[in-house]
C-alpha cells in the first residue's frame, strides 16, 4: 500500500519515470448525458465542448489528455539543457519528461567517422527527424518510447540499449533545431528560446566538450568557426522567430523560469471543463492526491484503506470548498501586541448529504466546522431516469444559510439536480449552493452546470466519462458499499 503512494509522490525526471499511465482528468468524451440527465437531454449535447469522444460516443477508460509539449531552442551551450532542469525541478507536482533533439542524431558511417572534423553537426540533415516525429507522435498519444542514446564521444548512437521515456503530464523538447522543421514546431504547445552571448557560449562550449565530450580546444574552435557559428546564424537565429518566449541569460534568469513555470501549472490544472463553468473547481493536484486516488480505485484495496484514503481526500475537498466562500475582514491583536489583518469565516452555513455515501463526507465537515448543522436529502434510485426524492430533514432556517451539499461521487447529475432543487425550492439562492464531491463524470458537472449555472462545484478530480450503464469511468464502483464495508 505505501509503496503505491510512495510510487506516485517520487520526483518523476527524464528517463526515471514509472511505468504509470495517466487514466483520469482527461479530455471530454461527447456524452451519453443526453440520455442520462434528465430533463436537459438537447441542451446538455448541444453545448458539449470540442471532445475527444470513443467510438460510439462512449467514455474511453484509456483516453488521455494530452501532454503539454514544450520546446526549448537556443544557440550551443546557450543554457538549454540547465533551463529544462531548471523548469522539471519546479514542477516537482507534475510527471515531466525531456526529450533531447541530440538523441536522434544519425549515427557516422565509418568513413563519416575517418574524416569526423568534415561532418557538420550543426546543419538539420545530421538529425534523423523522422525518428524523433515518429517518437513524440507515440508519446502525445498516450503511449511510451524507447528513445536511443547517443554518444559524442563516438558520434553513434548506442545499438543496444535505449531510454524508456513514459507517458507525461509535461514532455519538453530541447535541441538547436527544434524549430526548424515546421513538423516538429506543430508538436508544441510552447516554445521557448534561450537567448545568451556568444562569447559566454563559446567558453562554455569549450569547457564543456573538452570535460565532457573528449575533445580538445583546438578541435573545439575549428568545429566552432566553421559549422557551429555559420549554422547558428543560417538555421538557429532565424528560428527565433518562432519562440513564445525568449530567455535573456539562460538558467540565471530566474524570473523568466518562475513565470514559465507558472503559465505551465495554470495550463495543467485547466481542465477543459473549467473552461467553460467557471464556477466549477478542481482541487489542485498533487503526487500525494494522484496517489490516493490510485490507492482508493484499486479495487483489490481493503475497506479500512478505503475509509483512510477517501477521508483524506474528502478532507481536501471540504478545505477548498471552504475556501472559496466568502468572508469578511478582521483584525486581532497577536501576544506580541502587534495587529493581525485577517479574515472572519462565513457563518451562515450548513452541510446537507445525499444519503448515503454523502454521509461519509459529515465528518471531514464536522472537523472543519466546528458545531455545523447538518441536513440530509434521501433520493431512490430506481433505474437512471426514475429518481423518486423519498426523505428530507433540513435546518430550518436553511434559506439564509450557505449550503455545502455532499455526494461523493458526481454520475449522470440526476441525483444532484434533485438535491439542488429541493434546496432551491426550500429558499435556497442558487449561488449560495457549493457541490462538493470526490470525482465527477464530465457529464454530470455538464448537467448540474447547465441547469444551475451560478451554483460552485468543487471536486478533487474529473474522470473520463460514463459507460454504457451510467458508471462513471475509470471511477471507483458504488462508494457507499465501499466505504461502509456492504460490498
Ligand atoms: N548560467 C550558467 N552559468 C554558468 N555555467 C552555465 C550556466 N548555464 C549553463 N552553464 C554551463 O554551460 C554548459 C552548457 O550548458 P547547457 O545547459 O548544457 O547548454 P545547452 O544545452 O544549451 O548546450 C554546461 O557545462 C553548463 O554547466
Ligand atoms: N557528435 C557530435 C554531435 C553534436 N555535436 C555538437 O553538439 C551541439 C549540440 O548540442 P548542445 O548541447 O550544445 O545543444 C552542436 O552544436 C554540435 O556541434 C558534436 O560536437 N559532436
Ligand atoms: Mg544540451
Known sequence: MEDVLESAVGA???GLRLDSRRLSSSSLPSSPSSAACNGTAADASSAAPAAAAAPGGLASPTAARQPFVIGVSGGT??????????????????????????????????????????YNFDHPDAFDTDRLLECMGELKSGQSVNIPIYDFKNHRRCS?????VNVSDVIILEGIL????????????????????????LARRIRRDTVERGRDVLSVLEQYG??????????????????????????????????????????????DLCKFYPNVYVVHTTFQIRGMHTLIRDKE???PDFVFYSDRLIRLVVEHGLGNLPFTEKQVVTPTGSIYSGVDFCKKLCGVSIVRSGES??????????????????????????????YHKLPMDIAERHVLLMDPVLGTGNSANQAIELLIRKGVPEDQIMFLTLISAPEGIHCVCKRFPRLKIVTSEIDVGLNEDYRV???????????????
Open 160 to 164: 543496444e540499449s535505449f531510454r524508456k
Open 301 to 303: 484495496i481493503t475497506t
Open 77 to 118: 551551450a546557450s543554457g538549454k539543457t540547465t533551463v529544462c532542469d531548471m523548469i522539471i525541478q519546479q514542477l516537482h507536482d507534475h510527471r515531466v519528461v525531456l526529450v533531447n533533439q541530440d538523441s536522434f542524431y544519425h549515427g557516422l558511417t565509418e568513413e563519416q567517422s575517418e574524416h569526423v572534423g568534415e
Open 361 to 390: 463526507m459529515e465528518n471531514a465537515l464536522r472537523a472543519c466546522c466546528k458545531g455545523i448543522k447538518i441536513g440530509k436529502i434521501l433520493i431512490h434510485r430506481d433505474g437512471d431516469n426514475g429518481q423518486q426524492l423519498i
Open 226 to 271: 566553421r559549422f557551429v557559428k555559420p549554422a547558428f546564424d543560417d538555421f538557429v537565429l532565424p528560428s527565433k522567430k518562432y519562440a513564445d518566449v525568449i530567455i535573456p541569460r539562460g538558467g540565471d534568469n530566474h524570473v523568466a523560469i518562475d513565470l514559465i513555470v507558472q503559465h505551465i501549472r495554470t495550463k495543467l490544472g485547466q481542465h
Open 12 to 14: 518523476h525526471f527524464s
Open 473 to 487: 469511468v475509470p471511477g471507483l464502483g458504488e462508494y457507499g458499499d465501499r466505504y461502509f464495508g456492504t460490498d
Open 178 to 201: 527544434v524549430f526548424h522543421d515546421q513538423r516538429v514546431r506543430d508538436l508544441m504547445d510552447m516554445k521557448i528560446f534561450v537567448d545568451t552571448d556568444a562569447d559566454i557560449r
